[in-house]
């Protein structure tokens, strides 16, 4: 992900991660020019950020690079979480 394609106000890479917006979702489609056409005809502002490749989630500021995840240790992580702070 290239955060900086992300339509925000916010330009530094943090801003942009940690910022209050509840209006963000990253999804990922087969058909790239055809999920851009719909959500142009509701007037979604979108973009495309990145593509999906392997079993890491790399996060980019332009040509910099931010940091680099392992997919299953991210999702070990967001499928624990309420059970952890439960604990």
Known sequence: ??????PASEGRAPDILFSESHGRFVFATGDPKG???LLS?????HARVGDVMG???????????????DV???KRSYEGSIGRLMD
Do not use: F, N, Q
């Not at 992900?1 to 992300?6: A, E, P």
């Not at 005809?41 to 502002?45: A, L, P, T, Y």
């Not at 079993?55 to 995840?69: C, E, H, Q, W, Y």
């Open 1 to 6: 992900i290239d955060l900086m394609k992300v």
């Open 35 to 37: 999920a851009s056409r």
């Open 41 to 45: 005809e509701r007037g979604i502002v």
């Open 55 to 69: 079993d890491v989630l790399r996060l980019d500021a332009g040509s910099k690079p931010v940091t680099v995840l």
């Open 72 to 74: 299953t240790a991210l």
